[in-house]
């Protein structure tokens, strides 16, 4: 018998005041939108609770959780917001209205200098094998809110770049967090949940995996999130709203200067950590930290 017993003591404590509501429904109904989408529900807890194993990896179900998420937003609610925001922040009024979005190709940037912002989305797109357009890409930017999806499907791995923040385990929660306290210390709280909504998800799922199954992928990522949150306390504003474009040729350690994107990770820190939690992962299981004396 497991000695970790819950009793009647502790229930009574913690659940003393629900109250049975009844229905006449026939199917599970909630005052939350979220938990009445019998889609979701399953979604979230198979993602929350699964392994990354070798036969689907970290990323499987992102697009149709975020999908979801969607088509269950109150959108009359959310383009009110971006007009009330549009009126209050002149800088998120620019950058909606300038529309200038972050699709660079290859040749445009041949020009650029080593050391640059140009020059690193080049060595990206060149030889990460990734691509900078990653989501929406289907989406045609007709108004302010199509705008949005795209550039921030663009600018996800230029963030990457001059955060210092890697495409790796903990350079993702990093930049995940980072992004979640800028937004939130410049927006409306509404505006910047709707911002943050699907980054939410994937800070959820992320940390149950690892606490359930990835213990040291656990201790990256507390670290991870708070070196994230510390560093995006200190942005100018959030990196959402800048203008990469007007950047491609100022070197990655003048823009971090003026937008105070600080501190700053050593190079590679966080390179290997990849292997911690993702069963696909050739060097998966080799471990990298030593316990605490």
């Known amino acids: 018998m497991n000695d970790a017993q819950i009793g009647d003591a502790d229930r009574a404590y913690f659940n003393g005041n629900i109250k049975t509501i009844s229905t006449d429904s026939s199917v599970l109904v909630s005052s939350s939108r979220y938990l009445n989408d019998a889609n979701l529900r399953s979604l979230i807890s198979q993602e929350m609770l699964r392994r990354n194993g070798p036969d689907m990896p ?3 179900y992102i697009p ?11 959108m009359p609610r959310i383009i009110e917001l971006f007009e009330r925001e549009k009126a209050r922040l002149p800088r998120f009024r620019e950058w909606l209205e300038k529309r200038s979005l972050a699709n660079f190709t290859i040749a445009e940037l041949e020009h650029c200098a080593p ?10 797109m060149v030889n990460s094998g990734y691509q900078l357009d990653l ?3 289907e989406v045609q930017v007709v108004n302010d809110f199509t705008f949005y999806l795209r550039q921030t499907a663009l600018t996800h791995d230029i963030e990457h770049m001059v955060t210092a923040f890697g495409p790796n385990h ?10 979640m306290h800028s937004k939130a210390r410049y927006f409306h709280p509404e505006l910047s ?3 943050s909504r699907i980054a939410f998800y994937l800070k959820a799922k992320t940390i149950m995996k690892d606490g359930l199954h990835y213990p040291e992928a656990m201790v990256l990522n507390l670290e991870a999130e708070f070196l994230g949150a510390e ?4 942005w100018a504003y959030p990196l959402m709203l800048v203008d990469w474009r007007q950047y491609v040729d100022v070197q990655i350690t003048d823009i971090r200067k ?10 590679g820190r966080w390179d290997a950590t990849n292997r911690l939690c993702n069963e696909d992962d050739p060097d998966y299981g080799i471990p990298l930290l030593e316990a605490a004396e």
């Open 115 to 124: 050391g640059t912002l140009g020059a690193a989305i080049r060595d990206f």
């Open 58 to 60: 970290n990323t499987a």
């Open 135 to 137: 989501f929406f890409q």
């Open 258 to 267: 003026e937008l105070n994107i600080t501190p700053v990770l050593e190079a």
């Open 64 to 74: 149709e959780v975020a999908q979801i998420l969607h088509n269950l937003e109150d």
């Open 170 to 179: 903990g350079g993702e929660v990093a930049l995940i967090n980072a992004n």
């Open 193 to 195: 949940a709707f911002f």
């Open 231 to 234: 560093q995006g306390r200190n």
